[in-house]
């Protein structure tokens, strides 16, 4: 049996259809086509598929679609417009002759702090680490090492030995207070 | 010179894209696409009695079952054998679907298609499969006792056996050099599995249109999956493309090809006619990919007052699990590698590599390396301990010396060529990681310890890679290469070479790998190669387009091409940069045929003089358009080499282990990028950290693996791994153009030796096996004071 639902994406209401054992993940990659959110684990434990909910994060792979039936969401997809639209502005479209320098001022200070940073490799696990770290310093906009540490040790990475995520955590907590 | 750009921490190109979410990784693509589920053995070792799939046809959505028997002969065969050796003597590959006995817990017996996942998995718990199941070899020692057999036709589970030997210099073998040497230890040292366990698993998604095939993959090497899809499908080469997308980590389980899904869903796509994927998921990675590692070492040292060992014998057993697709590269590697950065008197070293029933053994990341500098460096630190010395001294009194190079250790390579290490400066980087970490006035107390290891790496092994350049009249520079990229940076560094050698600004560079649809001939991305072979290509192709560019300026601007320099995407007289064209308007002028699309082309008909109505417009020799491909190839491996060096802590009542500091002096010659280069150090340290305190796999005397999850499965944390301190000494290889080594593997090598090191300079007794754990270490502890 199919259920009617309705999901507030990244400022945007998506209504969709879903069974009731349709994964929030799955609801977001395969319904509504925001593929940025990814699968790593099914079990909760990678943090791959880490999404805002209603500002907090929350594993996609564990919550069923049917239970956020009108609250809002966040994707990774999202977060530059979060930013842009806390500082007022709207985001550009990157043109695509300039497309990495254009797109710099698409990105999130977060995003932007894990670019400098090299706090990514393949990139696979960065979605749940940009939304996890978009929350973490919402909480704590001065952080210390340790509790950055802590703040994302609810996510894996393979690629990176999570020094240099560690670090741009430490960048972005900057960047935010440039723009307060 | 603004374009200057190799060896500068350039930020890398990937990262908007995967920032934001706009990566396509396997998964992210083929919405539409029908999916495919596998029903996997249960049992580590069973006969398939009968298989019964009328319980699942009733599923909603359901659109084909497959089994071993409904595939073509071409299909069915079994998966090939992709690097025979002499000594593989037995050597065994899966059927793509299980034939009549299942070999490890997780082999696919059953594959189902259904209009989505849910469905497909619904079908698959429906099925059911009879079984009669027989005892199953876990573990080497089962293995070895040869009780019971993996394979009925391979007589005490024995797939391979090589004995290599190098005597010493006075002709003497290892045997005596070891029995009349002043000093003689003997011991045994025990590796576990692990695993590359990439964030994003396998996948695979086709799409056949009736007559062209389109695969994509995520895999190291989508030029091999190509071909071999292509000769299984019996489809004509040219019209099969396979793409590797976004690939979310390899670490080696991704270069095995084909691996049965990577037939069985294009084919399914085909004979069904709708495209069809497959995403691999957590548990199916851990029981049905790849595992590594796992070896037994028997150890014969001799050596003298001074700690120079004068003969080394090694007997290894190496257990490759069910299958040997990838033959045996990993004890080989094991066996070559184990010399690192020394000179040894006499060398024996023999191999026993056994089936058992597991999942099979292909290389992950140091491919058999952090095996063989394990037993190095444990039998260095145990020389040193034996005669009361330094642990760097012995290691200094056996290195080879700075003006030894290029150094024969007289053995035969991976690649079926002489070890030959081409350059390196040993004694300076023990210079080197003993300033950074404090060795010499580190305080010593108990509980705390400090432990080092020393590695030589073979990287960039051949046969070959190519790369193809072409500046189009936009004044853009489109750089391909056929391997692959998992997270490694390839569009950053290829970029910064291509953009280096022909004097652009980076930004106009775009790179595209792992597509066979721009470069079709490519080996793939593992052992540390893809900076030293595409690189070097690329570099190749560029010289030659940059050759064609200024002879065609030269021509328009009445110069001599030696008298002209590119700068910023302009061609200019050196000296006098108002005579100068830009690279866009010599691309046009590349061309004969000069429509004006475009400004540039309109622009380039002031410098076209009258052609010469006695020639053909396209010169003999010459091929319209501005672009070159090329191809590297080297005579033999580079050697990078590196020394860690780390502090280790543990409580004295819950034996937990902390490393609080980690130091690393790295040596992969010329750096493209140094931001890069250190990234691939920290994770392969955090993979090493992994591999020596964390990652085990677990299988119980059934068979079954009791710790397929995340959850289990102690993949490290941010918790869990400690800052890590680098520095880079360069020694360029004289074997490539751009004198690189390459890094990918080298961080995960040592790491365990260095752990084991630091262990047991904290705790006073001998640590002979990695991982180990908080509770090994209190048994450990435990056992040690009930000696004394």
């Known amino acids: 049996m199919e259920h009617e639902i309705t999901l507030v994406v990244n400022g945007a209401t998506r209504r969709v259809e879903v069974p009731a054992r349709r994964l929030l993940s799955d609801c977001l990659r395969h319904d509504l086509g925001l593929t940025g959110t990814h699968v790593g684990c099914e079990h909760g434990v990678c943090g791959c598929c880490t999404v805002l909910l209603d500002g907090r994060p929350v594993r996609s792979c564990l919550t069923f679609a049917v239970t956020v039936d009108g609250q809002e969401i966040t994707t990774v997809e999202g977060l530059a417009r979060e930013g842009a639209t806390r500082e007022g502005g709207g985001s550009e479209r990157p043109s695509r002759i300039h497309e990495a320098e254009a797109m710099d001022t698409a990105l999130s200070p977060v995003q932007r702090a894990f670019a400098e940073c090299h706090g990514l490799q393949c990139g696979f696990c960065t979605p749940g680490f940009l939304c996890t770290v978009t929350a973490f310093l919402r909480e704590n906009p001065a952080p210390s090492d340790d509790e950055i540490v802590e703040g994302i040790a609810g996510n894996l990475c393979r690629c990176t030995g999570y020094q240099n995520i560690v670090k741009a955590v430490h960048r972005a907590a900057e960047l935010l207070a440039e723009e307060r | 010179m603004t374009t200057r750009l190799f060896g500068e921490p350039v930020q890398r190109r990937e990262d908007p894209r995967l920032l934001t979410g706009q990566g396509r990784y396997l998964d992210d693509l083929g919405r539409d696409a029908l999916a495919a589920a596998f029903v996997r053995s249960p049992h580590a070792h069973a006969r398939i009695r009968d298989i019964d799939v009328t319980p699942a046809l009733d599923v909603p959505g359901l659109m084909a079952i497959y089994t071993w028997e409904d595939l073509p002969e071409r299909v069915g065969r079994a998966l090939p054998l992709l690097i025979p050796h002499p000594a593989l003597t037995h050597g065994r590959t899966a059927y793509p679907l299980a034939r009549d006995v299942v070999r490890h817990v997780g082999e696919p017996v059953v594959m189902v298609v259904a209009s989505d996942r849910y469905a497909a998995e619904d079908a698959c718990a429906l099925i059911e499969v009879g079984y009669e199941q027989l005892k199953p070899v876990v573990g080497l020692e089962e293995a070895v006792q040869g009780a019971a057999l993996v394979h009925e036709d391979v007589p005490g589970n024995v797939g391979a056996h090589l004995v290599q030997e190098v005597a010493a210099a006075d002709g003497r073998g290892a045997g005596e050099a070891i029995e009349t040497a002043p000093h003689t230890l003997a011991f045994r040292l025990d590796i576990e599995r692990s695993a590359s366990t990439p964030l994003e698993g396998r996948g695979v998604y086709a799409r056949w249109d009736g007559r062209d095939l389109r695969v994509y993959s995520s895999t190291q090497t989508s030029t091999s999956v190509r071909m071999a899809v292509a000769a299984t499908l019996g489809l004509p080469l040219p019209q099969v493309e396979v793409i590797a997308p976004d690939v979310g980590g390899g670490f080696g389980v991704k270069i095995v090809h084909p691996w049965p899904e990577e037939i069985l869903v294009p084919w399914a796509a085909m004979t069904l006619g709708r495209e069809v994927k497959w995403t691999e998921d957590r548990r199916e ?504």
Request: overall charge negative; aromatic content about 8%.
């Open chain 2, 285 to 788: 990675h851990f029981i049905s990919s790849a595992h590594e590692r796992a070896q037994i070492q028997h150890v014969r040292v001799g050596f003298d007052d001074d700690g120079r060992v004068l003969g080394l014998d090694v007997t290894i057993r190496h257990d490759h699990g069910a299958y040997t697709p990838y033959g045996i590269i990993v004890p080989i590697v094991t066996s070559t590698q184990l010399l690192g950065p020394y000179k040894i008197g006499a060398y024996r070293v023999e191999f026993t590599s056994l089936y058992t029933n597991t999942v099979q053994v292909t290389p992950y990341r140091g491919a058999g390396r952090p095996q063989a500098v394990f037993c190095m460096e444990r039998t260095m630190d145990k020389i040193a301990r034996h005669l009361g010395k330094d642990r760097t001294e012995v290691r200094a009194v056996n290195f080879i010396g700075p003006d030894e190079f290029p150094y024969d250790q007289r053995m035969t390579f991976q690649d079926g060529r002489p070890l030959i290490y081409d350059s390196g400066n040993y004694p300076e980087m023990l210079r080197m990681v003993k300033e950074l970490i404090g060795w010499d006035e580190h305080e010593r107390r108990p509980g705390r310890g400090i432990g080092l290891g020393c590695y030589v790496e073979g990287t960039g092994v051949g046969p070959y890679e190519g790369g193809h350049v072409q500046i189009t009249s936009d004044g853009r520079v489109h750089v391909s290469t056929g391997l692959t990229s998992q997270g490694q940076g390839h569009e950053t560094v290829f970029a910064q070479i291509a953009a280096t050698e022909l004097g652009v600004p980076i930004e106009r560079v775009s790179v595209v790998t792992g597509d066979t649809r721009r470069f079709g001939y490519a080996v793939g991305t593992f052992a540390s190669r893809a900076a030293v072979m595409s690189g070097n290509a690329i570099a190749l192709a560029c010289r030659k387009v940059r050759e064609k560019a200024l002879r065609i300026a030269a021509d328009a601007l009445e110069a001599d091409p030696a008298d002209l320099a590119i700068d910023d995407g302009m061609v200019h007289v050196a000296g006098a940069p108002s005579a100068s064209i830009p690279l866009s308007t010599v691309a046009v002028l590349a061309n004969p045929l000069r429509y004006a699309f475009d400004d540039e082309a309109a622009k380039a008909t002031q410098f076209s003089g009258t052609a010469s109505p006695d020639r053909p417009p396209v010169a003999e020799g010459e091929e319209p358009g501005l672009e070159g491909r090329d191809y590297y190839s080297p005579i033999r491996s580079t050697f990078a080499s590196g020394m860690h060096a780390a502090v280790v802590e543990t409580d004295p009542d819950t034996a937990e282990i902390t490393v609080v500091r980690y130091v690393v002096v790295h040596d992969c010659g010329r750096l493209v990028n140094p931001m890069i280069v250190e990234g691939q150090i920290h994770g392969g340290v955090a993979q090493g950290i992994g591999g020596a305190l964390y990652e085990r796999m677990v299988y119980d005397s059934h068979g079954q693996l009791a710790n397929a999850s995340f959850m289990d499965f102690l993949m490290p944390y941010a918790t869990e791994i400690p800052h890590v301190e680098t520095a880079h000494l360069e020694t360029p290889s004289p074997l490539n153009p751009l004198g690189i080594k390459g890094a990918g593997e080298a961080g995960v090598i040592p790491v365990s030796a260095v752990v084991a090191s630091a262990l047991e300079d904290a705790e006073g007794f001998e640590i002979d096996r990695m991982p180990i754990s908080p509770s090994e270490l209190f048994e450990l502890r435990e056992r040690h004071a009930s000696l004394e």
